[in-house]
């Protein structure tokens, strides 16, 4: 949320917020191919200087740290924030906007991802010397943090993590009638390539949160997921009848965790469903969820506090333990 996009004098900072597009496409629109450098493409392509302005880092975009028992890792796995609609008027996640299709300037080239974690890439290189460290081998709680989810029953995993592939259609004059973007499963560079590193590496906990909602899972490793970021704004839980809005020629799942893991029912205090049913989430504009880990006994517990009531009790609803895979 904190990477911004072109810059321009004529519009606002939330239509410049939205306006990200790949580095090599800025480049190939640039009109002066001698006026690029580091500064020209933060003003037309993306940027997070501000971040780096307000935010002191151990390392740029991805880092690492240690406090007391815990090492935690950060890394820069995000991609731009298209819009789910499929309406033709919409610049999205799978289509331009119609009215744009001769105007390649104003298009959003799908839901790019700003830096690279496939294998093989820096960041995905540093990660690798990060884990083999004296450091992370030697902490007692081993902690992987980064925004885009791994494993969700929130809207944002659809489509997969992977660079879009554009399909143009022209008609026989040459005039552009659609422009799609695929995005194919296999290609997934988080359940791909970095999944299993942080497994062979025996993470403890992946945290992220950028569906909106709490959920959590494991692996059949014992590597634990939580995603947790539920207050105010939530886009739900796909689960039934509440379906993502996902092109019909396309295979991508409108229901459940699309990478295989089922959620976890909270098993302490869930919520329930119309007909009393315990669910394995929480997705709310009113109920705040947050977190704590103990060090001293190795879990992660979960509370829940109802924000329309300011006097009311602090509920704990899930604990779980990170050396187990069994659950408390």
């Not at 009109?31 to 940027?47: R, Y």
């Not at 880092?57 to 740290?65: A, D, E, G, V």
């Not at 796995?77 to 799978?94: A, F, M």
């Not at 659809?158 to 695929?182: F, H, L, M, N, Q």
């Amino acid at each position: 949320h904190e990477v911004m996009g072109r810059f321009s004098n004529s519009t606002g900072l939330n239509e410049q917020f939205e306006d990200a597009i790949p580095q090599f496409i800025a480049k190939q629109l640039a009109e002066d191919t001698a006026a690029i450098n580091e500064k020209w493409l933060k003003n037309n392509a993306f940027n997070t200087e501000t971040y780096e302005e307000i935010f002191s880092l151990p390392q740029n975009k991805y880092y690492s740290l240690t406090f007391g028992d815990i090492r935690l890792v950060v890394l820069y796995v995000t991609n731009i924030w298209r819009n789910p609609n499929l309406e033709p008027s919409t610049r999205g996640r799978y289509y331009e906007n119609q009215r744009d299709l001769d105007r390649p300037e104003r298009w959003g080239y799908g839901q790019h991802i700003f830096e690279p974690i496939a294998q093989g890439s820096p960041q995905y290189q540093w990660l690798e010397k990060e884990l083999n460290s004296p450091a992370f081998q030697k902490a007692k709680y081993k902690v992987v943090m980064f925004h885009h989810p791994p494993h969700t029953l929130g809207g944002n995993i659809v489509p997969p993590y992977t660079d879009p592939v554009p399909t143009i259609e022209r008609d026989a004059t040459g005039k552009v009638r659609s422009v799609r973007y695929d995005y194919p499963q296999e290609n997934d560079y988080i359940i791909r390539d970095l999944i299993p590193l942080l497994e062979s590496a025996k993470v403890n906990l992946v945290f992220y949160g950028h569906s909106h909602l709490w959920n959590r899972f494991l692996s059949s490793k014992g590597m634990n997921f939580l995603e947790s970021s539920n207050v105010g704004n939530s886009y739900g839980a796909h689960l039934g009848d509440k379906k993502r809005p996902v092109p019909l020629d396309r295979n991508y799942a409108a229901i459940g965790n699309p990478n295989g893991l089922p959620a976890i029912i909270p098993n302490i205090a869930p919520l329930v469903d119309w007909v009393n049913q315990p669910l394995p989430y929480i997705a709310s504009n009113d109920l705040t969820v947050f977190s704590i880990l103990d060090t001293e006994k190795g879990t992660v517990i979960s509370y829940r506090f109802d924000t329309r009531y300011p006097d009311s009790e602090v509920i704990k609803f899930d604990e779980f333990d990170l050396f187990s895979v069994g659950e408390i």
